[in-house]
């Protein structure tokens, strides 16, 4: 599985490129508060030859502490390693991220991760932890930038305007039919009191082996834009757009995705700032 996207993006054929875009399409500032650096999850894209992208073509840092994925874990079973393809003018670029099974054809993740005008994104699923084939080729549907709105308390310094939350949605070249999606929050004001997220991050030239961590809660807005305290670990780099579920009676649901973390040593950090999905997608999965 070393290379298991090697050459892979030779697959990916280039049509037209219009693309459906409710909100206009979304800028990734990078900046500083007085306490904290808000460092974006995903990795930066890499200028690399045709013939060597593969996903996790530089090394990269993922979700330190934690658990490995287990096979019969929802979340590690809809969980998936992204890798999206764009040609800027001076070659092709690769970025790589998380994201997350909502829909037999739909993929959720962070629009940041799919910035700019894609040529298409390749999609791995996981066997516990591990990658397995076929990678799956995918393209964006529609991008959604939440209403931070306010924070109902100061737990955590930071300047909501000055975020980048953001959220995108890709649709499977074909529908997945042996695995099972997640469906989505649908009320953004009820904030769990316990979450969990998944990343994959990147290894060496592979993509990497999937991890999940708990996460508490420490503050929240009007609108359900999260912090939370990662417990036992840190979310790093890879693991943007990676999937934060709550579990009720019904099973697990998707609350939103990460979308960047509060840290003074980039780029990893034990502060993770959720997305909230349930703003944008009012049902149990986007048809």
Same mark, same amino acid.
């Given at each position: 599985?070393?290379?298991?996207?090697?050459?892979?993006?030779?697959?990916?054929s280039i049509?037209s490129?219009?693309?459906a875009?409710?909100?206009?399409?979304?800028s990734?500032?990078?900046?500083?508060?007085?306490?904290?650096?808000?460092?974006?999850?995903?990795?930066p894209?890499l200028?690399?030859?045709?013939?060597a992208l593969a996903?996790?073509?530089?090394?990269?840092?993922?979700?330190?502490?934690?658990?490995?994925?287990?096979?019969?874990?929802a979340?590690a079973?809809a969980?998936v390693g992204?890798?999206?393809?764009?040609?800027?003018g001076?070659?092709?670029?690769?970025?790589r991220c998380?994201?997350?099974?909502?829909?037999?054809?739909l993929?959720?993740?962070?629009?940041?991760?799919v910035?700019?005008?894609?040529l298409?994104?390749l999609?791995?699923?996981?066997?516990?932890?591990?990658p397995?084939?076929p990678?799956?080729?995918?393209?964006v549907?529609a991008?959604y930038?939440p209403?931070?709105?306010?924070?109902?308390?100061?737990?955590?310094?930071?300047?909501?305007?000055?975020?980048s939350?953001?959220?995108a949605?890709?649709?499977?070249?074909?529908?997945?039919r042996?695995?099972?999606?997640?469906?989505?929050?649908?009320d953004?004001?009820r904030?769990?009191?316990s979450?969990?997220?998944?990343?994959? *991050?990147? /290894? =060496?030239?592979? +993509?990497?082996?999937?991890?999940?961590? &708990?996460?508490?809660?420490?503050?929240?807005? %009007?609108t359900?834009l999260?912090v939370?305290?990662?417990?036992?670990?840190?979310?790093c780099f *890879?693991? /943007? =757009?990676?999937p +934060?579920v709550?579990?009720d009676?019904? &099973?697990l649901?998707v609350?939103?995705?990460? %979308?960047?973390?509060?840290?003074?040593?980039?780029?990893?950090?034990?502060l993770?700032v959720?997305?909230p999905?349930a703003?944008v997608?009012?049902s149990?999965g986007?048809?």
């Amino acid at each position: 599985m070393s290379h298991i996207f090697e050459a892979c993006v030779l697959r990916i054929s280039i049509p037209s490129r219009a693309v459906a875009r409710p909100h206009a399409r979304l800028s990734v500032p990078r900046f500083a508060t007085p306490h904290l650096a808000i460092a974006y999850l995903a990795i930066p894209y890499l200028a690399l030859p045709l013939l060597a992208l593969a996903l996790g073509a530089a090394p990269a840092a993922a979700i330190e502490g934690g658990a490995a994925g287990r096979a019969g874990d929802a979340l590690a079973q809809a969980t998936v390693g992204l890798g999206t393809v764009t040609d800027p003018g001076d070659g092709l670029h690769l970025s790589r991220c998380t994201g997350v099974l909502i829909a037999p054809d739909l993929i959720l993740t962070a629009a940041h991760c799919v910035n700019g005008d894609p040529l298409g994104s390749l999609v791995v699923f996981f066997r516990g932890s591990e990658p397995v084939k076929p990678v799956r080729t995918a393209r964006v549907t529609a991008r959604y930038s939440p209403d931070p709105g306010q924070m109902t308390s100061n737990v955590v310094d930071v300047d909501l305007n000055a975020l980048s939350l953001d959220l995108a949605v890709l649709r499977l070249a074909e529908p997945v039919r042996d695995r099972v999606p997640v469906p989505l929050a649908t009320d953004p004001s009820r904030v769990p009191r316990s979450l969990r997220v998944a990343g994959t *991050g990147v /290894s =060496g030239r592979t +993509v990497g082996r999937l991890r999940t961590v &708990g996460l508490t809660p420490v503050a929240a807005s %009007s609108t359900g834009l999260t912090v939370a305290r990662v417990n036992g670990g840190r979310v790093c780099f *890879g693991d /943007s =757009g990676g999937p +934060v579920v709550g579990q009720d009676r019904r &099973g697990l649901f998707v609350w939103g995705v990460a %979308s960047a973390v509060l840290s003074r040593q980039a780029p990893c950090g034990n502060l993770v700032v959720i997305a909230p999905a349930a703003q944008v997608f009012t049902s149990p999965g986007m048809r």
